[in-house]
């Protein structure tokens, strides 16, 4: 599995961006960047994925460098329950029967400052 | 959709019993994962399935563990023996199907305390 890397953990004040990077300079082509996180004493939640292009949803944005090779969860404006630690993972389109199960690392914990 | 639903949510056990966890994916899931998740690390993958059948397992997943769905639907992963080393946060997630766009997920855990 393709291997990501992220700071160990990161601040921000309440009501600001917050930018977490990932960089995943061994990325293949079918690979997917997706972004979850854990809220304390919960399972692991989607936030959101892409491929190439950059992505928006409800929750955040997902800006993916343009040779693949890194990639930036945003969070337009930082809430104290969005202190959790998130997980950047990369997934790839298994061929038949091969599981594209979830390897996660440790992700980046990000306190947010009131 | 009601979630991925995991019984039960806290487990408190001595050593040497045997535990059981329970997980109901969400409706229709086909696919079934298990993970184990000890403080400050990121969850570990323990096996997972394809409606009924048990397509892999790590090589975390001892003797004394094992799992099963019986009929494609909910699973159980059963601990026999327990050890102190066992205590941690039992994970199950569901999707719907094989495919790395596709979201995968999670259960609020069954917390497992060996002692």
């Known amino acids: 599995d393709a291997k990501t890397t992220q700071p160990n953990s990161m601040e921000s004040n309440e009501e600001e961006p917050v930018h977490l990077p990932c960089n995943h300079s061994?990325?293949?082509?079918?690979?997917?960047i997706h972004w979850y996180r854990q809220l304390p004493s919960q399972g692991p939640e989607y936030v959101i994925h892409?491929?190439?292009s950059n992505v928006n949803n409800r929750m955040a944005s997902l800006a993916i460098a343009e040779d693949r090779k890194s990639s930036t969860l945003i969070l337009h404006r930082a809430t104290l329950r969005d202190a959790a630690v998130y997980y950047c993972?990369?997934?790839?389109?298994?061929?038949?029967?091969?599981?594209?199960?979830?390897?996660f690392g440790k992700g980046t914990r990000l306190h947010i400052l009131p | 959709d009601t979630g991925v639903s995991q019984n039960p949510r806290h487990k408190i056990t001595k050593r040497g019993q045997n535990v059981t966890f329970r997980c109901d994916p969400i409706?229709?899931?086909?696919?079934l994962y298990w993970y184990r998740q000890t403080l400050g690390q990121g969850p570990e993958f323990l096996t997972y399935?394809?409606?009924?059948?048990?397509?892999?397992k790590s090589r975390l997943l001892s003797d004394r563990f094992s799992a099963e769905r019986p009929k494609g639907s909910f699973s159980t992963l059963e601990i026999q023996r327990t050890e102190q080393g066992d205590s941690a946060m039992y994970l199950c997630?569901?999707?719907?199907?094989?495919?790395?766009?596709?979201?995968?997920?999670f259960g609020e855990g069954s917390w497992l305390t060996v002692v």
């Open positions: 409706s229709e899931h086909n696919r």
């Open positions: 892409g491929l190439t």
């Open positions: 993972i990369l997934r790839d389109v298994p061929p038949m029967n091969r599981d594209d199960k979830i390897i």
């Open positions: 399935f394809q409606n009924e059948a048990q397509l892999e």
């Open positions: 061994t990325i293949s082509g079918t690979d997917y």
């Open positions: 997630a569901s999707t719907l199907r094989q495919g790395a766009g596709n979201t995968i997920y």
